[in-house]
């Protein structure tokens, strides 16, 4: 049997899912903004991929409770408006 490399699976460096740099030309893109700094770029990253994955884990949700196997388009719909729910009762403002 193969060992591998255990410490590898369990590492807590953070992984880029998104690319930053896209991240701070879309941020640019803005009329009133000249410049970006590196830090808002990854934490605007970072707070979409937290809501992309209460999404998806939602109209996951969603899913088992409705016994189907595929995820619809008004799965991830109805994910979102939970999604976009802050925990004190608020929404999230786009």
Do not use: C, W
């Amino acid at each position: 049997m193969a060992t591998h490399d255990i410490q590898a699976e369990t590492s807590h460096a953070p992984v880029e899912v998104l690319p930053l740099n896209r991240i701070k030309r879309l941020m640019k893109e803005e009329a009133d903004v000249k410049a970006v700094a590196a830090d808002a770029s990854y934490a605007a990253a970072r707070a979409t991929e937290f809501l992309i994955e209460a999404m998806a884990d939602r109209a996951f949700q969603l899913t088992l409770t409705e016994n189907r196997d595929t995820i619809s388009y008004g799965d991830v719909g109805e994910g979102k408006d939970e999604a976009m729910h802050t925990p004190n009762g608020g929404t999230v403002e786009s």
